[in-house]
């Protein structure tokens, strides 16, 4: 089973939005809080490249954000990703 990683902040939609596609995909995650000017923060920035939120690593590869996680459901990719097939 692949290391999932996810970065969000508190009140983001766009987090819930992710995790909660991650949720129905009945995959183990860990959800790490990164709000502005955390340590966490600095480290899914330093990780990513990206400033945004959230941000999902499977195995410590960068997935991207929320429209990124969407995009490859839609293609059909993310279950591959994820370990579901």
Known sequence: MPKIEIFTQPGCPYCVHAVSLLRSKG???QEINAPHGS???EDSIRR???RTVPQTFVDGKGLGGCDD???LDRAGRLDALLGKV
């Open 48 to 50: 990513s490249g990206s």
């Open 69 to 71: 996680l969407m995009a």
């Open 39 to 41: 340590v966490e923060r």
């Open 27 to 29: 995959v183990a995650f």
